[in-house]
């Protein structure tokens, strides 16, 4: 089954499609990798409540991408939606 799902282009969701895409992982190679469903991954992606702190680690190894990178895109994120 695929699932097609489109996010804002600022929002955590773009910027963990565009990672994975770049490691040429889809969606459930993602959720794989994080050993997590792919429904928490685009719980995380679509909605308020962030990765844990075991997540975010996750999904800095699973995407190469430096932890803190994942948590800049978080924080960036919340401060967009207060606005």
Do not use: C
Request: proline residues 5%.
């Amino acid at each position: 089954m695929r699932i097609s799902v489109e996010f804002e282009p600022d929002s955590f969701g773009h910027y963990l499609m565009t990672m994975a895409a770049l490691r040429g992982m889809s969606l459930p190679e993602l959720a794989d990798a994080v050993g997590r469903t792919q429904r928490n991954v685009l719980y995380w992606s679509s909605s308020e409540h962030a990765p844990s702190a075991k997540s975010i680690n996750a999904l800095s190894s699973a995407l190469k991408r430096p932890a803190e990178e994942i948590i800049d895109v978080l924080r960036e994120q919340e401060a967009n939606d207060d606005r």
